[in-house]
C-alpha cells in the first residue's frame, strides 16, 4: 500500500485534524442565534488568512491573538457587537474542543511509532487542548510554530518536526484535514495523508497526498 | 490633510483598484446561469489564497497560473464541469477589464508626480491590461511581482517599487482597495490609502491606512 522507507514518525495537525471545530460554532450559534454558521465560517476563513498575511508580512502575532483579531473582523463585517466576555468564552472555547471520537483508539494504535502535534496554536492553547483531551501520554512532543514566529505551511515550520523527533522527513508520516497544510508538507518531503471528512474538494497548489482517508483509523493499513 | 515628506511617486494596486473585475462576475454568469456570483467569489477567494500559500512555500507560479488553478478549484469545489473553452475565456477576460469610470481623469491630474502599478499579475497580463484601457502613458513603471516569484504582501515586492521608481518608501503614496495589501504596505513603510468603494469591512492586521477614500479622484486633496 506504500512505497519507500518505512514511517518511523506520525505528525498530526491539531484543529480539525483530531480535535473537532464544530463546538465552536455552536458556541456562536448560542451567542449569536441564526448567525452561528455564518460567524463560524468567516471566523476560520479570516483566522487562516491572517496567519498567512501576517507570516508573508514578517509580523508575527500569536496564533491567539490572531485568532481574537478574526473573530473581531468576522463580527465586524457581519454587522454583529462583539461583547468582550462574548470574545473571551468564544477564543476559550478553542482551549477545550473535544478530539473526533476515534482518535484516541487510533492514536494508541499507532504506538510503535513517534507521534507529534505540529500546530500553528500556540504553546499555552496547545497544551491546555491536550491535557483537557486526556492525551498527553500519547504524544512525544506537542510542536508549535511559536517558536520560528512564522506559520505554516513555511517549510521552516515541517522542519521543526523532523529536529524534534530526529527523524528524516521521508521517513515522517504527515495527518492533516487540510489540504493546503498537506501541500506544504507534501512540497518539503513528508509522506501526507489527506484526512477528508466533509468530502471536500483538494486545493489546486500542485502537490498531492500519498493516501486520503475519512478518518483516522482508516491511517492504520498504510502504516503495515 | 497630510504630514510628513511630500509624496513624490504614487503607486496602484491594479486588479479592483484601477480595473473593475465585477466583468469577470458577469462572463462567470454568462457561463453558468445562476451561479456567476458565487464562482466569481470563491474563484478571487482562492486565486488570493493560493498567491499567499504558494509564497510561503516557496513554490512560485505564475499569475495566470494560479489563476486558472483556482477557477479550476471553484468550478469543482460548486459541482461544475468546466470546458476548456470556456477556462481560456474566462481567464481571457482578466486580460480585459476596464477601468473605473474616474481613473484616467485622475491619473492624469496626478501627472506632476510619477505613476506606478505594482501588482500580483504576470507581466503579459498588466501590459496587455494597460494598453487595451488604453492607459500606456499614464504610468512611469508597470511592476510585476514575477521577478522576485513572491507575491504580496512579502516586503520584497513593494521594495520593487522604491527601486524602480528612484523613490524612498516614506515619500511614496499606495493605493489599494485590498485591505490587507494597505496593510502590507503599510508595514513597510509606504504613506497608505485606501480605497473603500464597496463600505467593506477593514481587516485586523495591526496597520491602518494614512487615509480611506471612496473613488480614485478622492485622493487628489491628500497630494497638495
Redesign the interface.
Known amino acids: 500500500m506504500h512505497s519507500g522507507a518505512p514511517i518511523r514518525a506520525l505528525v498530526f495537525d491539531a484543529y480539525g485534524t483530531l480535535f473537532d471545530v464544530h463546538s465552536i460554532s455552536i458556541a456562536c450559534e448560542a451567542m449569536f442565534p441564526g448567525r452561528g454558521a455564518d460567524i463560524s465560517r468567516l471566523w476560520r476563513?479570516?483566522q487562516l488568512?491572517?496567519t498567512?498575511?501576517?507570516?508573508?508580512?514578517?509580523?508575527y502575532?500569536d496564533f491567539e491573538t490572531i485568532t481574537r483579531?478574526?473573530l473581531?473582523?468576522a463580527c465586524?463585517?457581519l454587522g454583529l457587537e462583539l461583547a468582550q466576555s462574548n470574545a473571551l468564552g468564544l477564543i476559550e472555547s478553542y482551549r477545550q474542543l473535544s478530539a473526533f471520537s476515534e482518535v484516541k483508539d487510533a492514536l494508541a494504535a499507532m504506538h510503535s511509532r513517534k507521534r507529534a502535534i505540529l500546530s500553528n496554536g500556540s504553546p499555552a492553547m496547545l497544551n491546555t487542548l491536550v491535557e483537557h483531551a486526556g492525551m498527553s501520554r500519547l504524544f512525544d512532543a506537542i510542536i508549535s510554530v511559536d517558536e520560528l514566529k512564522m506559520?505554516?505551511?513555511?517549510?521552516s515550520v515541517y522542519g521543526l518536526a523532523t529536529r524534534y523527533l530526529g527523524v528524516s522527513a521521508s521517513e515522517i508520516g504527515f495527518v492533516s484535514s487540510n489540504f493546503?497544510d498537506v501541500?506544504?508538507a507534501s512540497?518539503f518531503g513528508f509522506r501526507t495523508f489527506w484526512i477528508n471528512r466533509n468530502n471536500?474538494?483538494p486545493?489546486?497548489?500542485?502537490f498531492e497526498p500519498v493516501a486520503v482517508v475519512r478518518r483516522l483509523d482508516e491511517l492504520l493499513p498504510y502504516l503495515n
Chains 1, 2 share one sequence.
Do not use: C
Open positions: 476563513t479570516k488568512e491572517y498567512w498575511l501576517r507570516s508573508l508580512m514578517d509580523r502575532a483579531d478574526a473581531v473582523y465586524g463585517a506559520f505554516k505551511p513555511h517549510p493546503w501541500s506544504g512540497s471536500s474538494q486545493d489546486e497548489l500542485g
